[in-house]
């Protein structure tokens, strides 16, 4: 499984991002697709995931009203929209996939991740 991320960049408090996660190698059916973020001397943790068949979607409080993760089967690829951004949400955003039979919030739960991409929300 390969799964490559991009779409971070610098926006302003309260703007949107749509982050993309192009992803190969498997039939994705059986799979969930994760968003996770670490911030600088923060441990990484779950944004939200979608299971890839079913289309069912999962969010951390924090982003909860303000992220939608959603998924293009045809072109094999996940996106988190990201809108009304703070300050705090500056992270580098990683995507991640597996097959989830325990807590889909869970870092352990993933096996293969992307790269991370820098989103930077300024004041």
């Known amino acids: 499984v390969q799964l490559q991320a991009f779409g971070g960049g610098l926006v302003q408090a309260g703007g949107s991002l749509r982050l993309s996660c192009a992803a190969s190698g498997r039939t994705f059916t059986s799979y969930t697709m994760g968003w996770f973020r670490q911030a600088p001397g923060k441990e990484r943790g779950f944004v939200a995931a979608i299971r890839w068949g079913a289309g069912m979607t999962y969010y951390a409080d924090s982003v909860k009203g303000r992220f939608t993760i959603s998924r293009d089967i045809a072109k094999n690829t996940v996106y988190l929209r990201m809108d009304s951004l703070k300050p705090e949400d500056t992270a580098f955003y990683y995507c991640?996939?597996?097959?989830?039979?325990?807590?889909?919030?869970?870092?352990?739960?993933?096996?293969?991740w992307g790269q991370g991409t820098l989103v930077t929300v300024s004041s």
């Open positions: 991640a996939a597996d097959i989830v039979s325990g807590r889909i919030s869970e870092r352990s739960q993933y096996n293969y």
